[in-house]
């Protein structure tokens, strides 16, 4: 079993929607919580960070973290074209500060 | 405000060529990580060094090698080169003095391709 699982396919979503992403973790200590963009041939680029259980609101950007569930989530308000990208979960483990990373959800965003 | 530089950006060699690749973290960062990303897959931590000293290692073959300098450029080497090496490499910097909570900065990326 992977580490981060980003099971959802490509999400199209039509413009000013919202798009919601979602991750499970398998290690249950781990510590920080990331979201990168990335798009294509382009490297990650930090979006969101969260490390407490609740919500962190960022702009459009809002991330969800639920340590018992081992769930973190990533919603995007009002997409924008510009938002068409691969959206990856990293995790970073007690003990260590690697990053593990889900497959990616892509999001395509329709004007 | 200033980001991780990576160099070359592109690189073509041949199978069981050796490559140098180079990562100049955001300044003031004390710990550096590279990455390998295949086609279509996400990236894969190789190594990690903190105040230029080696802190992890991760599924990096033994034909690769990496080090960090005095001025925290750090280098990965890559000896015999193999077609599966073909993959962008990504340089990250973090700043976990700071207590950042390891925040990871990623730079351009080196394309490598092995013929």
């Known amino acids: 079993q992977k580490e981060v699982e980003q099971n959802s396919g490509p999400l199209s979503v039509p413009e000013g929607a919202i798009a919601s992403l979602n991750c499970t973790y398998s290690?249950?200590?781990?510590?920080?919580f990331f979201w990168y963009r990335q798009y294509s041939g382009k490297s990650p680029e930090l979006i969101m960070s969260?490390?407490?259980?609740g919500d962190k609101e960022d702009g459009r950007f809002t991330a969800q973290l639920n340590k018992a569930s081992q769930y973190v989530s990533l919603l995007i308000r009002d997409s924008q074209p510009s938002d068409s990208a691969t959206y990856l979960c990293?995790?970073?483990?007690?003990?260590?500060?690697?990053?593990?990373f889900g497959k990616g959800n892509q999001v395509v965003v329709i004007p | 405000a200033a980001g991780v530089i990576q160099s070359p950006r592109h690189l073509i060699k041949e199978k069981r060529e050796t490559a140098t690749l180079k990562c100049y973290p955001i300044?003031?960062?004390?710990?550096v990580y590279w990455y390998q990303q295949g086609p279509g897959q996400d990236p894969q931590f190789l190594i990690s060094?903190?105040?230029?000293?080696?802190?992890d290692k991760g599924s990096i073959p033994d034909r690769f090698s990496a080090q960090q300098f005095s001025d925290y450029h750090s280098e990965l080497n890559m000896s015999s080169l193999e077609l599966g090496d073909s993959a962008l490499y990504f340089c990250?910097?973090?700043?976990?003095?700071?207590?950042?909570?390891?925040?990871?900065?990623f730079g351009p990326g080196t394309r490598l391709t092995v013929l």
């Open positions: 990293a995790v970073n483990g007690y003990g260590n500060n690697r990053l593990a």
């Open positions: 969260i490390y407490s259980n």
């Open positions: 990250a910097s973090s700043f976990l003095a700071s207590g950042s909570r390891n925040e990871q900065f």
């Open positions: 300044p003031r960062h004390d710990t």
């Open positions: 290690d249950r200590v781990s510590q920080s």
């Open positions: 060094f903190y105040e230029k000293m080696q802190s």
